[in-house]
Each structure stands twice: as C-alpha cells, then as structure tokens.
C-alpha cells in the first residue's frame, strides 16, 4: 500500500482556499491523494476492521433478547467500487434466531446509506473546503461524484453531522476545539497520524456508528 503524507492534504487544503487545487506542481496532486480510494489494500484493510468488530458484535448476541446472531449480510453497491471487489462491498449484518431482531455492526467502509465509500464522502468534502460551487468541478470530475453531491455533503457535515451523538461525544475530546466549519478536513489533521491512509482509517473508526441504528440498541 503506498504511503501518502498528511501534509499533502494540509497543503491541498491551502491550495483549495486559494482556489487553485489543481494548478501546482507539488509532490503529492489532488489525484494521487484520491487514488487512495482506488487502492485495493486500504480498502482491504478497512474490510478487516470491520469483520474484526462484526465478530465482537455476533459473539455478544442480541442486545434485546440474548439470543444468537446469525449471518444476514447483504450487498452494498457504492458507485465508486470497481465491480471486481465482491468482498468489500459485504455489508456485515445479522439476524436473532429468536427474537429475529436485525443487528447491522457500525462500520469504517459505509457511511449511512450513502452510494459511495464513506471514506469517498469524508476525503472528497475535506478537499471542499472554502471552495466556491463553480471551483468544484474539477474536484468533482476526479473523484467522479457530481458537484451538487459534494456540496450536500458539505452542507451535512456542517448542519445534520453537528447534531448527532457522534460528533457531539466526539467534540470534547479535541482542544483546542474543532470549529464547526472546519469540517470534516479538521479531523483528519487532529489525528496523531502524519499519514493520510492512517488519518482517514482513524476518522472513520470515529465516525462508524452514524452507519448503524442497529447496534446495541
Ligand atoms: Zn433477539
């Protein structure tokens, strides 16, 4: 898997505040940083993650009646998975074999019902940030997401994200703290990671129960 800094996202960010994202020449562009979400190891690696939490979650059994979980996975379809990843795109889930309760485990890869990667939603909004609507297609064409997509994500972080349990729990834990309209590109950088692949997998950890109603309820 290689290996991208943090600081070319800082750097990114600069630039997108400049309005110039795509004009310079520095080591690591926009593209390479969004390879990241064509690369089939990060994505492996955030798969692992969730089976290793989806095996916690089926060994405690239904959070309701106690029961035993049994599988129930089903398949996602994000628009920016290539067709030949069938593993990545398995939604974990499972069914009480008594109750019948459906228990759906949080999740680094999927981020609510979103059509793309969650890490998409989170790489290519950080990437938004201070960026005017008609600065955005270029954005838009590289990380193949229309621009009124990216500008309701935008809109989410800064709106329906601050009003969730997660960030409100989340948002003690940074001092200083996180301004609201630094979102979501603030946390990759309040990570203690220098890389962008350890940045986002962190993010994602964080942000995993907003893909879940299921758990522990
Ligand atoms: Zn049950």
């Not at 994202?21 to 690696?45: E, H, N, R, Y």
Request: charged share 20%; proline share 6%.
């Amino acid at each position: 898997m290689r290996v991208w800094g943090l600081s070319a996202l800082k750097e990114l960010d600069w630039q997108a505040l400049q309005g110039r994202v795509f004009g310079f020449p520095t080591k690591d562009s926009p593209i390479m940083c969004q390879t990241i979400l064509q690369d089939p190891a990060f994505f492996k690696f955030l798969l692992h993650i969730d089976q290793d939490h989806a095996a916690t979650i089926r060994l405690r059994g239904c959070s309701r009646c106690g029961g035993p979980l049994h599988q129930a996975h089903y398949e996602r379809k994000p628009r920016d998975a290539p067709s030949t990843w069938i593993e990545e795109k398995i939604r974990f889930s499972f069914c009480c074999g008594h109750c019948r309760c459906r228990c759906t485990p949080a999740s680094v890869r999927f981020l609510g019902r979103r059509v793309y990667w969650g890490a998409t939603v989170l790489l290519a909004t950080a990437l938004c940030h201070g960026r005017a609507l008609r600065r955005s297609h270029p954005l838009s064409q590289s990380f193949g997401v229309p621009v009124q997509t990216l500008q309701r994500w935008r809109q989410w972080w800064l709106t329906e994200f601050t009003t969730t349990p997660v960030w409100q729990t989340l948002r003690g834990r940074f001092l200083p703290p996180v301004e609201t309209h630094a979102l979501p590109g603030e946390l990759l950088q309040r990570t203690r990671s220098t890389i962008l692949q350890d940045s986002m997998t962190q993010v994602m950890r964080w942000l995993a129960p907003l893909g879940t109603l299921t758990e522990g309820r």
